[in-house]
């Protein structure tokens, strides 16, 4: 229980980093 919600969260996590990694790059092309 307690591993699959760290596992959730660090998922979670990586996808908004990912997010706003493409959205910084995509801000720094315009």
Known sequence: MTF????LYSSNFFS????FTVL???CSHM
């Open 4 to 7: 699959l919600s760290i596992m």
């Open 16 to 19: 908004y980093v990912k997010y």
């Open 24 to 26: 910084y790059i995509f």
